[in-house]
């Protein structure tokens, strides 16, 4: 697993596991996150991301392992963890039919006079001072996203959690919630969200952690993720020849075809695209394009999570 900090995490799990019966919903996790940074748990439906929220906020205990939160063990010391966290479990949930601001200051008595002094700069702060004294269940799916992230301010957390903020959105507020996870950062603040939407994921976050069937399978930076820029694409004259040639050449790993015209090769470390120019060269075989490419987060994340598959898995 891939960790790039030294510094103590804010988030930190060792071997941690939560059991369903004879099901693990997340099974011996290892996670670590630093301050500062948009960190996404990625995986699909039912891979235990929201588990594994839950156990990190001490709603549910772990069968097995330890975690840590905001230097604090969890959930022994949950009211320490806690004072400094804003979360959004699942969808964010609200008395209906008082108003955005009634349901703040219900939340905001419980917290402290302070949080009761934020709620007007919170609602601004994710845009809904003037729809404040309407009831919530005139809101829309996206404002109640929204009112959810205020509801997670009210403490001034310097971590937030939110679950799949993104589901039931349309682009302007997936847009909308990005640019609020992104400003939060730019703040000091760190953000732990979950989701199945890789586009949206590559597009927000600093680091992920790729969870599948309760496993944590690789955890980094986007770019330690993608595996850098360790792609060929390769334009020729004969690619079925270049093929037979390519696949000779020392280091190469891997080489698909995309096109009657081009060829992808997967290189590891420390072998040059010139060994590649050179072999058809040598070979007679005209090259008209040899260009980096760097793999995207959705082809690593279906090649790390179909290895976890059974041959007929994969096939269903």
Not at 104 to 114: T, W
Not at 230 to 244: G, K, L
Not at 254 to 279: F, I, K, W, Y
Request: aromatic share 2%.
């Amino acid at each position: 697993m891939t960790t790039t900090t030294s510094a103590a995490p804010l988030v930190e799990t060792r071997g941690l596991t939560r059991r369903f019966g004879a099901r693990a919903a997340i099974d011996g996790v290892d996670l670590r996150i630093p301050s500062g940074v948009a960190f996404g748990l990625l995986g699909p439906n039912g891979a235990g991301k929201t588990t594994l929220i839950r156990v990190l906020l001490g709603l549910i205990k772990p069968s097995a392992g330890d975690a840590w939160l905001m230097g604090h063990a969890m959930p022994a010391e949950h009211a320490a963890a806690l004072a400094s966290v804003g979360a959004v479990v699942e969808e964010p949930r609200f008395h209906t039919h008082l108003t955005g601001r009634e349901n703040l200051a219900i939340v905001a008595a419980c917290i402290s006079d302070a949080a009761e002094a934020r709620i007007p700069s919170v609602l601004a702060r994710v845009g809904l001072a003037e729809r404040a004294d309407e009831r919530v269940g005139t809101y829309s799916l996206g404002m109640r996203q929204r009112l959810g992230i205020a509801r997670c301010l009210l403490n001034d957390p310097q971590l937030l959690i939110l679950d799949e903020p993104m589901n039931g959105l349309d682009p302007a507020g997936m847009l909308e919630v990005r640019d609020f996870i992104r400003s939060f950062v730019d703040e000091g603040r760190t953000v732990l969200l979950s989701s199945h939407l890789l586009d949206e994921m590559e597009r927000t976050c600093d680091m992920v952690a790729i969870i599948d069937r309760g496993h944590l399978v690789r955890q980094g930076r986007l770019s330690e993720l993608r595996g850098g820029e360790n792609r060929v694409i390769v334009e020729c004259s004969d690619v079925a020849r270049a093929r037979t040639v390519l696949q000779s050449v020392n280091g190469i790993e891997h080489v698909a075809g995309e096109d009657s015209r081009t060829l992808v090769c997967t290189l590891p470390d420390g072998t040059s695209p010139a060994q590649l120019n050179r072999a058809l060269v040598t070979a007679g075989i005209d090259v008209s394009r040899l260009e980096r490419s760097q793999a995207s987060l959705e082809e690593r994340f279906l090649d790390l999570t179909t290895r976890l598959q059974t041959p007929e898995e994969a096939i269903a």
